[in-house]
């Protein structure tokens, strides 16, 4: 019987002691529900209004953002169709003067081709039959100064000294 009253004994002291237990959890969870409900109160006074401030305003501005997102979606629109039309007309610009490049080129190659040719023109009917007939004067002139030039020119120096100036030099 003594292992009844030992085991009574401990039965009832771990009771005790799990009441001892319940009790201050009790207490703690007391302690924790006042503290929870100061800040239910703190809330309450503070943050709600605030929130509800916040709620009014968006009640507020909602048509108004409504109205500056449908401008913002009109005014996107409008600048893209502009820029499309900008584009086209860049596109067209830049076309229309490689296009005049182009000519200008042409143009350009077909004169300086002209001029070739009118200097190659120029150079065999004009210059070429001046010095033939250039020399032919030479050659008339050198035969003629021979024939008289002997006579009253001996004394007149050398024969280099009374050369004549090319013909040569005086078309350039």
């Known amino acids: 019987m003594e292992n009844i009253t030992v ?19 009790y207490v703690t ?3 924790s529900s006042a503290r929870m409900e100061a800040l239910a109160v703190e ?19 909602r048509p108004k953002l409504t109205v500056i997102a449908d401008n913002l979606t009109e005014t996107t629109h409008s600048v893209r169709s502009q ?15 490689r296009l005049q490049i182009i000519r200008g080129d042409e143009l350009l190659t077909r004169t300086l081709d002209r001029v070739e040719e009118t200097s190659d023109i120029v150079h065999n009917t004009v210059v070429s039959p001046v ?9 008339v002139t050198a035969g003629i100064e021979f024939l008289l030039g002997n006579r009253g020119r001996r004394n007149s120096g050398s024969r280099e000294a009374r050369r004549p100036v090319p013909q040569d030099e005086m078309f350039i």
């Open 131 to 139: 010095r033939q007939f250039a020399g032919l004067i030479q050659g």
């Open 29 to 31: 969870m007391r302690k």
């Open 83 to 97: 820029v499309e039309r900008m584009d086209a007309t860049v596109n067209d610009v830049v076309d229309r003067a």
């Open 7 to 25: 085991f009574v004994a401990l039965t009832g002291a771990a009771v005790v002691l799990q009441a001892g237990i319940l009790a201050a959890l």
């Open 43 to 61: 809330l309450k006074t503070k943050a709600l209004p605030a929130l509800e401030t916040a709620q009014e305003i968006l009640t507020e501005l």
